[in-house]
């Protein structure tokens, strides 16, 4: 794999303007606060290739769908994250001739994601057509401390002649959601204003009312010296611009300081939006960009504290494991419940911005560990808001009594998904919620969620498995038939595995929830009972399916069966496939790559990952040596199971292959699709490929496990987790583990079989073996 | 069941004018001669609720495919037939006042659709806002003899007043398909012409090129005098018409004769369209209303003769079948091979007009039956001419060595539709294809087809089923995954059964073929084998697939087992279904319909209807028993199939009942879907039922074969049937059966278990059982 961007433990570089790598460039660089977001397009206007794009979190459209053949149940619409106001822009004129790189000669290009401190540098030399050569500078960040603030630093320096140079800082509504289904546009505009040095857009989505304010402010210096020249006001359709023009002499250096302040109607009344917006600005011009930018590092530097790991000896890894927590950390900071994290963050449209079940089955365990316990109870909360809308959601598929089916995809709790196979049978999914539920109490161990929001959603899945399970009088057993499993390679399948397996998990561990809470708190469990209308004969039948549950598999080859009829395909592995038909998904027609054996992402082995005490090593092995050599990987949230499993049964070489895979899938542009933004939820699945992987940790019966193992050429690797109100340090070479207790709160620990109990700042030393 | 249209053995009568009704009754009384066709539109303008449609056989549009997920092989585009120039249009205008039937008070609304003699004709009285009362008599037809002529006689009386009457006949293009994808429009004009009575435009499609030509020319009488008043010009875009306005009195009587000649660049080359569509519409002028429409009652006679059913005893049936076989006539006439039969012939847009499997498996056995050899041949010729492309589109799917896979949906040969489960999966269209070629020789004994046309598509479709059966080490035996059976209300099953069976019987039919061309056309054969390069050892491939195939069966119930894993899904019959749940496809979301045992169409059942030489009455019986309840007749296709096999195990009532819901579908709005179109292509299958089931006819080795019985209140039944040159005219009653050979080829006839040998002109009455 060859590295476009440099290697750099901290930095993304791209040195050199590769105009057919820019869209690709444009979603790596992209910065965000968890609140607002962007794709790293330039801020003078440019011609080339781009997807230019800023988004707002939870500011959505519900876009007609779009469908060949309808079928019943199908959503009406498609709830996407708007493409909106472009605040960066500075239209930049140079003796009258506008400055675009598509349209002149670039030397010296270089654009820096630094990470550590949270901003975006970009530099260039720019020969234009009239021979005027210009060093540009630029500099900007989205402030993790004050979430509607982005501020641009923008220099330019004359190297060969003197003239006017023009800027036009502006705001222009004008923008379109490339993915949209209709071509439509989205966003009216309600007012405007334009004052020197001082302007502003308010827009209204056309549907559901969504207010978007944005104002901006700007100072100039010339050669460090503040200037305010006279503005020139420019107003269109959603825009507003200030012009101002100065003359400059040959090595004079122009900056211009661009503060803008973006929020909306979900924050502010409409009427104080453009009051708010534009003292925000006002504060942060005078504050001024370097408080602002110390700020910001300062803001990273606690993100980092927090949720760093440390590689030692491979740069490649380090740089591809930080640019991950880098992207995880500016798409959700966890200070909303009513957000959530899109597959693509803000660094594109695809999938709509939509909540997946990739929030709870691979977001989750980071922000659980490496983040405070509200992050990822507001994350739990989501979707206990949307609980009435998953029962409805359910009601309209059949389901009744309270069952609720969590959409596939959604913005605000009602499905937006409409490929039958996925919609309404991907099913799995509302385990992974249930499992989440499991996975925040097992990590903080505040059981008050239980009975506080947890366990009412939890009776509802349940309610929901309980009636898609079916009894087979042929089988003797109960059944859950037509599904997708997380293999969405296989569609309408009988008893998959994992499905099968979650949904009675879900029901069982709802029954332990009931059964603790009968113990402990069983005046709130009355209340909560008599709230859903809940019946102890539902724990009966409960019990009958758990208890009767069909689970295929394979005796000949001692593992569970990916759902019934699979052992009919053809057995082929993918390593004897002509590679020129690898990604199958681009080269194989829809119903071939259905009926043949490959596997798209972990699907027994998602289960065996997330239920991985209940099985013994050499079944382990006998399912991963089956499925690993089927499986080609065409999901990215594939191989970090795979990477924690390959650890887990001691297979080191395939667990480091497989990471590599999942790591640096953007950075390398593996999948040869990043132009259309990074795949944001899969990189809290490298996070757990190092530490539930590499580090080996789990949990499990209220104690934190690790059984590290160290690739190779690595030196050493390190990460903190939260645990319970610990905070450990975790430290691991080729020989020794060093676990440090950074806190006062003590804790269990089990290493390579033996108990270890760690107070506040102990220190633990373990040889490995 | 209420009726709407009045009860009648030869016409279909509407009374009253019923503007909700008035959608169904464009379609129910739709005109149509094979190349052209239209809804039943009136020719004075109407602003309620109707769907204007005139369309060509053959003149397509490749509309850009409309999908919500793409999935990797789905065309980029679907082909319609166009709706084309409105030709029926006559403008009147009454004192200045539009005539429009939705503004106002209509009474002894009449519209009458006569089958007998192929015309629509339509009568009112209309009492307009001013008062002015008028009453209305037009009639209508398409010509049967002349392919491009429509003609229409239109009078007004003025009852109540005397004033100025304005005809404007015109020709307007600027029409829509109501089923466009992107609501685009599919036609420019390429020239036009308005000369005082005689008109024409000419228009040319977006794409492809098909140019069409309609000219129209008209004449006048008032109180039966020939007049000819001056002639107002008006030309729009794609539109022309003439205004003609005549001073009358009270009582008096305007007639109007449009004459209209429509073509296409199909059948004339472009620059002769103008001049010929003229003439035509001319030489029709001068023979005149009267005498074209003399032709036209003399064609349909001859239609009836061959094709009429006669059913005494109950007008409903009666008037049901006619129906059926009229509509089916006025659709395809088998002289053009390039031509095909789409799900709703030329009464509606939906389907696009494309070609299913509906014509193989429906079509094909009436046309055999009713009318000359070359139309059923022609229908196989039209799929001999596409093998190219069904051999690309398989290819397309990974299949190679010249497998060829026909497309769902077609016009051109290319495949149209874009559901996976469907386009991809449904595959079993491929056998219905090469079991016409074996019913098209069966019927004729003409076998010289096997080796002109039928060996090579035979050869294609039977490496494309060895190449899509895998084999199962599990099963030790073949097995066909991943397919959409006849019931689509089952997807992507694996091993049902009726895709097997016809797969394997293919094989066995097409090995057949060249063993009996290796003894009787070993040259002819040899090239064949070269021209396609076929190899023996595909013989032998073929034979072992076909001992091989895996048959899923049931051994508790005894019977052929839809698809693997079928017994696991709730055994519910309908009955025991709540009847709001009805039809499922309206009330249950598609994967609670997937996951149910409800199957929408005979599919086991179509198989053993098949083959059914090769099962025992007991095996069908059991089949049927524990198939029929539990099917809904959601499509069309079903209850016909049904109807035959209640007959054959002497289930007459259960064969009564299929039957009144298959041929009074659309008479009957049955599936509240009428105004869409009617289920042109399964009124084929009513004649099934009504032939096949109750007449019990077979041909069977070589031998045709009869068991007729008759419903309870009927009193005689009876059809013709052409087979080997033979014309028998068959009439059953409740107790006998008279049989007599029209013409001069003799015949053997097997009835109830005896052999009989017709010759020419013999009447056999065979007393019932």
Redesign the interface.
């Known amino acids: 794999m060859k590295h476009y961007y440099e290697l750099d433990e901290w930095n993304i570089i791209e040195k050199g303007f590769d105009s057919d790598n820019n869209e690709i460039s444009e979603s790596i660089f992209s910065l965000g606060n968890g609140f607002m977001g962007q794709r790293a397009n330039f801020e003078e206007d440019y011609s080339g290739n781009s997807l230019r794009g800023n988004y707002i979190a939870g500011v959505y459209y519900p876009d007609k769908?779009?469908?060949?053949?309808w079928?019943?149940?199908y959503p009406e619409y498609f709830a996407k994250v708007l493409n909106s106001t472009n605040w960066i822009g500075i239209n930049i004129r140079i003796n009258d001739l506008t400055l675009d790189l598509a349209k002149c000669s670039v030397s010296e290009f270089k654009r820096v994601l630094n990470m550590k401190e949270g901003y975006l540098k970009r530099s260039f030399v720019a020969t234009l057509e009239n021979g005027n050569e210009i060093e540009v500078n630029s500099k900007r960040f989205i402030s993790m401390e004050r979430c509607e603030i982005g501020v641009i630093k923008y220099s330019i320096r004359l190297l060969n002649f003197s003239g006017k140079l023009e800027f036009s800082p502006y705001l222009d509504g004008n923008v379109v959601n490339c993915d949209s289904n209709y071509d439509e546009t989205f966003w009216d505009e309600i007012s405007k204003g334009a004052k020197p040095y001082e302007s502003y857009v308010m827009l209204k989505t056309k549907k559901l009312d969504f207010h978007i304010c944005t104002s901006m402010t700007f100072e100039l210096t010339k050669n460090g010296e503040t200037i305010k020249p006279i503005v020139t006001l420019n107003e269109g359709e959603k825009y507003v611009s200030n012009t101002v023009s100065v003359d400059c002499y040959k090595n004079d250096e122009l900056i211009i300081y661009k503060y803008v302040a973006n929020t909306s109607s979900r924050y502010y009344k409409i009427p104080e939006l453009i009051k708010i917006t534009r003292e925000l600005a006002s504060i942060a011009k005078k504050d001024g960009f370097g408080m602002l930018l110390e700020e910001q590092s300062k803001a990273w530097s606690e993100k980092w504290r927090e949720s760093d790991i440390v590689i030692k000896g491979d740069v490649s890894a380090q740089q591809g494991i930080r640019f991950n927590i880098f992207q995880l950390n500016q798409t959700y900071t966890g200070e909303d419940y009513r957000l959530n994290i899109g597959p693509k963050g803000f660094t594109g449209e695809k999938y709509g911005g939509g909540t997946y079940w990739d929030t709870e089955a691979y977001c989750i365990p980071f922000y659980l560990s490496t983040a405070k316990e509200k992050v990822s109870k507001n994350l739990l909360l989501y979707r206990y808001n949307q609980l009435g809308k998953a029962i409805e959601n359910a009601k309209?598929?059949?389901f009744k009594n309270g069952a609720a089916l969590y959409p596939m995809v959604t913005m605000n709790g009602e499905e937006c998904h409409?490929?039958?196979?996925i919609t309404?049978?991907e099913i799995h999914r509302n385990g992974a919620i249930a499992y989440a539920i499991y996975n925040y109490v097992n990590y903080t161990g505040d059981k008050s969620y239980l009975y506080e929001f947890g366990l009412e959603v939890l009776i509802a899945i349940s309610r929901f498995w309980a009636q898609r399970a079916?009894?087979?009088?042929?089988?003797n057993k109960y059944?859950i038939?037509?599904v997708t499993g997380p293999n969405e390679y296989e569609?309408?399948?009988?008893n998959n595995w994992y499905t099968n397996k979650i949904a009675c998990w879900t029901m069982q561990y709802t029954l332990n929830v009931i059964n603790y809470l009968s113990e402990h708190e069983s005046k709130t469990l009355d209340e909560l009972k008599s709230k859903v209308n809940f019946k102890d004969d539902e724990i009966v039948n409960w019990i009958n399916i758990i208890k009767n549950m069909y689970y295929p598999h394979d005796e000949e080859h001692g593992i569970f069966l990916q759902q019934?009829?699979y052992?009919?395909?053809?057995?082929i592995l993918v390593k004897d496939l002509d590679k020129k038909n690898i990604p199958i998904?681009?080269?194989?027609?829809?119903?071939?790559?259905?009926?043949s054996c490959f596997i798209k992402q972990a699907d027994v082995l998602q289960g065996i990952y997330l239920f991985e005490q209940e099985y013994d090593i050499a079944t382990i092995k006998r399912n991963f040596d089956f499925y690993e050599p089927r499986t080609v990987h065409e999901s990215s949230l594939s191989p970090c199971i795979h990477t924690i499993l390959a650890a887990k049964i001691g297979n080191h070489e395939k667990a480091y292959d497989m990471y590599l895979r999942a790591s640096r899938l953007d950075l390398d542009n593996y999948n040869n699709d990043t132009k259309d933004g990074c795949h944001t939820t899969s990189m809290a699945g490298t996070w757990m490929a190092v530490v539930h992987g590499f580090g080996g940790l789990r949990v499990i019966n209220n104690k934190l496990i690790l059984n590290p193992f160290i690739p190779d050429h690595w030196c050493s690797c390190s990460f903190k987790i939260m645990f319970r109100g610990a905070l450990l340090n975790i430290k691991f070479t080729k020989e020794t583990l060093q676990i440090q207790n950074e806190n006062e709160m003590p804790i269990n620990l089990l290493v390579y079989e033996t108990d270890y109990y760690l107070t506040g700042n102990d220190l633990l030393e373990v040889k490995l073996p």
Do not use: A, P
């Not at 079916?470 to 089988?475: D, G, H, L």
């Not at 569609?491 to 009988?494: T, Y």
């Open positions: 769908t779009r469908v060949g053949w079928k019943n149940g309209k598929l059949g409409n490929e039958w196979e309404f049978e079916t009894f087979s009088s042929k089988k059944v038939l037509g569609n309408n399948v009988n019934d009829g052992m009919d395909k053809e057995q998904n681009q080269n194989w027609s829809w119903d071939r790559i259905l009926r």
